[in-house]
T-cell receptor, first 113, second 117 residues
């Protein structure tokens, strides 16, 4: 069954701790993205990667880090430097040279206690 | 960078009525305009998109119009049904030939549409 898998679905963390959100896709897509969703704020781009071993900052990259060592995987680390990390995080992928359509995962909800 | 404004933030209609959601964008080089639907607790999914070489596109009960001169585009849903209730997001991006990446979508803040039976 093809698609994008995010894990965990729910995550709790204490202040000062780093946490890594997993995103895996088996759609053979070159491009992958991380968005943050807050109520009334829409979807804001954190990081994106168009090819393995390369990634770019989005609009709200501060306090976050990513890696793209494999085509299928694009993990996001929320560091202790992120001032307001409680949010819903969505991973997405898109085929290279395609229409631009994004295929989203089901999301990960992070709560900082 | 691109800035996308979306209105209204909430919209309530009676079943069978039409719903219209409007977006404006700031980057005149943007030429790809998708709309995503996100049902409660689910992932956003593309419902329709339009490119700058056309002014209107229809798919059954939904349509999108684009006015490049005014830099605005709209989503029209006719004969609304309760299952249309969701948050709708508009977005805009450039294609690769316009000096940018067609993968860097900028989203509006969303419209919560409620269709009352």
């Amino acid at each position: 069954d093809g698609g994008i898998t995010q894990s965990p679905k729910y995550l709790f963390r204490k202040e000062g701790q780093n946490v890594t959100l997993s995103c895996e896709q088996n759609l053979n897509h070159d491009a992958m993205y991380w968005y943050r969703q807050d109520p009334g704020q829409g979807l804001r781009l954190i990081y994106y990667s168009q090819i393995v071993n390369d990634f770019q900052k989005g609009d709200i990259a501060e306090g976050y880090s990513v890696s793209r060592e494999k085509k299928e995987s694009f993990p996001l680390t929320v560091t202790s430097a992120q001032k307001n990390p409680t949010a819903f995080y969505l991973c997405a992928s898109s085929p290279s040279g395609g229409t631009g359509e994004l295929f989203f995962g089901e999301g990960s909800r992070l709560t900082v206690l | 960078g691109e800035n996308v404004e979306q209105h209204p933030s909430t919209l309530s209609v009676q079943e069978g009525d039409s719903a219209v959601i409007k977006c404006t964008y700031s980057d005149s080089a943007s030429n790809y305009f998708p709309w995503y639907k996100q049902e409660l607790g689910k992932r956003p999914q593309l419902i329709i998109d339009i490119r700058s070489n056309v002014g209107e596109k229809k798919d059954q009960r939904i349509a999108v119009t684009l006015n490049k001169t005014a830099k605005h585009f709209s989503l029209h849903i006719t004969e609304t049904q309760p299952e249309d209730s969701a948050v709708y997001f508009c977005a805009a991006s450039r294609s690769r030939g316009s000096g940018g990446s067609n993968y860097k979508l900028t989203f509006g803040k969303g419209t919560l549409l409620t269709v009352n039976p």
